[in-house]
C-alpha cells in the first residue's frame, strides 16, 4: 500500500450516515474529501457543499476524481453496483451495514473485496466499554446472550418493505449480532418465529415526508441462537414504540453477567456493580480512523473487513429466513 500524505476520500451516499462519516472524516487533518454523489442530487450537492467539495452526478463522475478510497453509504437496496464500480477501479473501500437488503449481493460482492482494503461500520466493536467485556470474558466461556432491539420505525420511507431494507432483524439488529459473534463466537443454527406484519406506517413514526402507505416488515420477533462453542441466545426486535427503547446484548458466564449497548457496560460478578460509560462518539471516530489508517499504510486496526461482516450478515438474514419460514436454518458458512 503507498503512503500518502493525505488520504483523497469520495462518499457515494448524502444520507444522514454519511453525513456522520463526513463530519468525521473532515475532522482528520491528512484527509480530503473530493467529493460526493447521490441519487438525490440536492442531497449530495448539500453535503457536498457543507465541507466544501464537489457534488457528482454518479459513481463513475466521482472516480474520475481519483480517490484514494471510497465510502458506500447507501440504503441496503442499493448496495451492488457502487460496490462493484468502487472494486473494479482498485479502490479500498467501506461499506455502511447492513451489507446488502438480501444475502445473495453480498455474497456476490465478497470475492471481488478479497484483494483490497476494507471495512464495515460496525463501530460497536470500537467501544472501550466492548474491549472490557472481552478482557473479563477471556477465560470464561459464554453461556447464554440475550439481544434485543426494541425501537420505533425509522423515517426513511425505504425502511418499512422487506425487499428494500431487509426488515429490522437484517437492518436494525446487525449490531447485535455482531457484537453477539464478538464476544459468544459463531452461530451453527437459527429459529425464529415472527408476529403479524407492521402493516402500515404507524402515526408515532417520526417523519415529514411519508404518508400512510402499506408496509410489509415484521412488527416483532423472536429468534433463538444455537452457538458453535456451546452457548445458546435469543434475539428480540420490536419497531411498535415511538421511542428506541432498547438495543443491546446481555452475557452469561460462569459467575459473571455483562449487559452491554451504546451507552454503558455493566458487569456483575455476586460482589458488586462496575459501571463503564461506552461513548459512541468515540467509536464513531475509531472506525473512520482504522480505515484511513490502513488505507494510508500507517495503520493495522480494521476490526470488521468485508468479509467478516459477511458473517454477520449470513446470521441476520438467516435469521429472517427462519422467521419466514417457520424451520430452524443453518447459519451459512459454519
Not at 425509522?154 to 464476544?183: C, F
Not at 460509560?277 to 484511513?292: K, L, M, S, T
Amino acid at each position: 500500500m503507498k503512503n500518502l500524505k493525505k488520504c483523497a476520500v469520495g462518499i457515494i451516499g448524502a444520507g444522514n450516515v454519511a453525513r456522520r462519516h463526513a463530519r468525521v472524516l473532515a475532522g482528520f487533518v491528512d484527509v480530503r474529501l473530493v467529493g460526493v454523489t447521490d441519487v438525490r442530487a440536492d442531497a449530495a450537492r448539500d453535503l457536498a457543499d457543507e465541507h466544501g467539495t464537489r457534488a457528482f452526478p454518479d459513481v463513475a463522475g466521482l472516480l474520475d476524481a481519483e480517490p484514494d478510497a471510497v465510502y458506500v453509504c447507501v440504503p441496503p437496496f442499493a448496495h451492488g453496483p457502487a460496490e462493484e464500480a468502487v472494486l473494479a477501479a482498485g479502490l479500498p473501500m467501506f461499506v455502511e451495514k447492513p451489507l446488502a437488503a438480501d444475502l445473495a449481493t453480498a455474497e456476490r460482492i465478497a470475492p471481488l473485496a478479497a484483494d483490497v482494503v476494507t471495512a464495515v461500520g460496525h463501530h460497536w466493536r470500537y467501544l472501550a466499554a466492548v474491549d472490557r467485556a472481552r478482557h473479563l470474558l477471556k477465560d470464561r466461556p459464554v453461556r447464554l446472550v440475550v439481544g434485543a432491539w426494541l425501537d420505533t420505525v425509522p423515517p426513511a420511507a425505504w425502511w418499512t418493505r422487506r425487499a428494500t431494507s431487509g426488515g429490522p432483524v437484517v437492518e436494525q439488529a446487525a449490531h447485535v449480532l455482531d457484537l453477539a459473534r464478538v464476544l459468544a463466537g459463531e452461530v451453527r443454527q437459527v429459529r425464529a418465529t415472527a408476529g403479524e406484519l407492521l402493516a402500515r406506517v404507524p402515526s408515532y413514526a417520526k417523519s415529514d415526508n411519508r404518508g400512510p402507505f402499506l408496509a410489509d416488515v415484521d412488527a416483532a420477533s423472536a429468534a433463538t441462537l444455537s452457538f458453535e462453542g456451546g452457548a445458546v441466545g435469543s434475539l428480540t426486535t420490536a419497531c411498535v414504540l415511538g421511542w428506541k427503547h432498547r438495543a443491546g446484548i446481555e452475557v452469561y458466564a460462569e459467575g459473571l453477567a455483562l449487559s452491554i449497548d451504546e451507552n454503558h457496560l455493566v458487569v456483575r460478578d455476586g460482589a458488586g456493580e462496575e459501571r463503564m460509560p461506552a461513548d459512541v462518539g468515540a467509536a464513531h471516530r475509531a472506525v473512520d480512523r482504522a480505515f484511513v489508517d490502513a488505507v494510508l499504510g500507517v495503520g493495522d486496526d480494521v476490526r470488521c473487513p468485508y468479509g467478516e461482516a459477511l458473517r454477520t450478515h449470513r446470521l441476520a438474514c438467516a435469521i429472517a429466513e427462519a422467521a419466514a419460514t417457520g424451520e430452524a436454518v443453518d447459519v451459512c458458512g459454519h
